[in-house]
């Protein structure tokens, strides 16, 4: 897949860092989020609890005030550009972008700025809010972009999430995250059940989506699953 960097595009500070004394065997994820908190959250978490065995490492690619699914992509893009081939063609690293539904109207474009790339995508439908409830429950009902119905759930499957987005706080720390462990799997099943029920028809988890399944149409699902089973396959 080609290797594409926006002509034209302001440049930020590269997050592309080795860190002292990294082991070339540890593989690097550069994973651009749309949020602010949630996301960098999970992924920090994500390292702490199964990245220190050296299998991998996560840098989280945020922005102050977030960043639109265009944006998200565009930045996936200009940090694979700053990535050496060899370690993307070796599999060293990998460029992630994660990006939600919400009522964003830019979702098409995202992906479409993503296709010729080797930018690999998560996109959350309604949000990526629904994967932490998939560690508990599944979720199967239509939401048309809004998170209302999942933040309620969640906020009744454990205690640590009874505040969950009511005041805008949606940090995942500490109890939060707690919470999560070892229900990975529950997880993933759940999620990869939404791709089999994918309202397209056309859509498998063994296969991926469908091309012709617009992922408008993809409510519910989450596509965060395959970011951690590429995590944990190494």
Known sequence: MSRVRRRGAPQEPSAVRRR??????QREFYVAV??????????????????????FFIHP???????????VVERAIDLLADLPD??????????WALFDRDQHSCVAEAFAAAAPTAVHLAFSHPSFDLWLLL???????????????????????????????????????GAQTRALLGREGAAMRHARRLVDHCP??????AGGHAASCPPLQRDPST???????ALLAG
């Open 20 to 25: 002292a004394g990294r082991d070339r065997s």
């Open 200 to 205: 397209s028809g056309a859509c498998t988890a």
């Open 61 to 71: 690619i945020t922005r102050r005030h977030g960043m639109k699914p265009l944006g």
């Open 34 to 55: 749309e949020g602010e908190v949630t996301e960098r959250d999970y992924l920090e978490f994500l390292n702490a609890e199964f990245g220190d065995d050296g299998r």
């Open 135 to 173: 560690h508990f429950q599944n979720m199967t009902s239509a939401e048309d972009g809004s998170s209302a119905a999942v933040h309620t759930k969640l906020r009744s499957v454990d205690p640590a999430y009874a505040s969950f987005g009511r005041t805008g706080d949606k940090s995942v720390m």
């Open 86 to 95: 060899t370690d993307v063609a070796e599999g060293r690293a990998q460029v």
């Open 223 to 229: 596509d965060v699953w395959r970011l951690l089973e």
